[in-house]
Structures are given as structure tokens and as C-alpha cells.
């Protein structure tokens, strides 16, 4: 089976740097995704990780460790807009081509 | 690019009722998705369409759950004899046959009374 775990709720203020952890366990690993979820609103595609390492998009990373089954989004230069639900999400060859998301973490940012 | 797009945005529904929901995906994706998100929770993988081919399906979907895609382009999600437990944001999503990551149309949010 698959199991992913992410903080349920964080907290920064604007001008800050945060880091969103997520560990998973899966049976055939094929890529982790972060998306971005406000309120009421679908989830939007923010990085992609199948090799170890680090990916640098703008004010967004996120990073990647497979032998620790561990990743984490980091996000820079806070903004009030950036208070959101972030999802950590899998994709396991044993599930087929569908994305298995965590519960999400919600991330208020304050001025 | 005009996104996914979902039909209807809000549905409320009485206990017993069928309802239908279409998604219509970005044009040049032929991989479609639906998933199933209740509050505080990710969204949760229902079944998934590669061009008109239903591939793959969820244990989550039961028998009154049925899902179409008859010509390769729009799908339609059709709950029959609908419960409380069915109240819920239904998301479609579609890649392209060349990228991994999944792009979501904005829901449609079920309300069952």
C-alpha cells in the first residue's frame, strides 16, 4: 500500500522562508508532485521530482530524497497569497497512473 | 490553452437522485482523470481514461458510480441512486501523453440533502 504524511497546518509570516516536509512509503515509486490548493479552488501543478535532488522554480523548490522517501517544498519571499493548501502527491507503478495525495498542509501567512 | 473545464460548478441533490457531471479536458491531453476531494482531505483517485479507454478504476468506485469518455475528448461522471456520503468536490484532471504532472478543472461540488 501507499502512506504519505505532511504536517496538517503551518504557520509564517510575509518575507519569510518555509519548508513543507512530506515523507512517503510506496511499493514502485514513479515521480512526486507538489500542488497548490486555495480555498474552494482546484489543485494547481506546482513541481515534479523523480531524481534525487533539488528542483528550483522562482519563489518555489522542492526536493527529493528516494532512499529516505522524503521530499520537501520550500517556499521563499512569503506573500499573503501564498496561504494555501499545499498537497504532496506519488505516483507507485503498483497503483497504476494516478496520482496518491496526502491530506495536505495548510499554510497561513501572515503580515 | 482554456484549461479543464467541469459542468456544473455547484449541484445539490436530493438522497436517491441521479446526477452527471462532464469534464471536458485540454484539447491535446488524451489522459483523463476523476477524482473525489471531502474537506481536510487530498483528493482521492477515481478512475482514469486514456484516449476512450477506461483503464483503470478505484475500489472507491462503487456499482452506482459510472464514467464515460465515448469519443476520446469529453468525459462524463453519472452517480445513480446518490447518498449522503456522496456529498464531495468532483475533480477532473488530464496530462498530455508526454508529461507526468496532471492538470485540474475547477470541480464540481456535490451537495446531497
Known amino acids: 500500500g501507499q502512506n504519505i504524511d505532511q504536517p496538517t497546518e503551518m504557520t509564517a509570516t510575509e518575507g519569510a522562508i518555509v519548508q513543507i516536509n512530506c515523507t512517503y512509503q510506496?511499493?514502485?515509486?514513479?515521480?512526486l508532485f507538489w500542488y497548490q490548493q486555495h480555498a474552494g479552488e482546484a489543485p494547481t501543478f506546482l513541481s515534479y521530482?523523480?531524481?534525487?535532488g533539488l528542483e528550483e522554480k522562482g519563489r518555489f523548490s522542492s526536493f527529493l530524497s528516494r532512499s529516505k522517501g522524503y521530499s520537501y517544498l520550500l517556499l521563499k519571499e512569503l506573500q499573503m497569497k501564498d496561504s494555501a493548501s499545499y498537497l504532496c502527491?506519488?505516483?507507485?507503478?503498483?497503483?497504476?497512473?494516478?496520482?496518491?495525495f496526502g491530506k495536505g498542509t495548510t499554510l497561513s501567512v501572515s503580515s | 490553452d482554456t484549461g479543464v473545464s467541469q459542468n456544473p460548478r455547484h449541484k445539490i441533490t436530493k438522497r436517491g437522485q441521479n446526477v452527471t457531471f462532464r469534464c471536458d479536458p485540454i484539447s491535446e491531453h488524451n489522459r483523463l482523470y476523476w477524482y473525489r476531494q471531502t474537506l481536510g482531505q487530498g483528493p482521492e483517485f477515481l478512475t482514469y481514461?486514456?484516449?476512450?479507454?477506461?483503464?483503470?478504476k478505484s475500489r472507491l468506485l462503487s456499482d452506482r458510480f459510472s464514467a464515460e469518455r465515448p469519443k476520446g475528448s469529453f468525459s462524463t461522471l453519472e452517480i445513480q441512486r446518490t447518498e449522503q456520503g456522496d456529498s464531495a468536490m468532483y475533480l477532473c484532471a488530464s496530462s498530455s501523453p508526454v508529461a507526468y504532472e496532471q492538470y485540474f478543472g475547477p470541480g464540481t461540488r456535490l451537495t446531497v440533502t
Open positions: 502527491a506519488v505516483r507507485d507503478n503498483q497503483a497504476g497512473t494516478a496520482l496518491i
Open positions: 481514461f486514456q484516449n476512450e479507454a477506461q483503464l483503470e
Open positions: 510506496t511499493s514502485g515509486f514513479n515521480g
Open positions: 521530482n523523480v531524481l534525487d
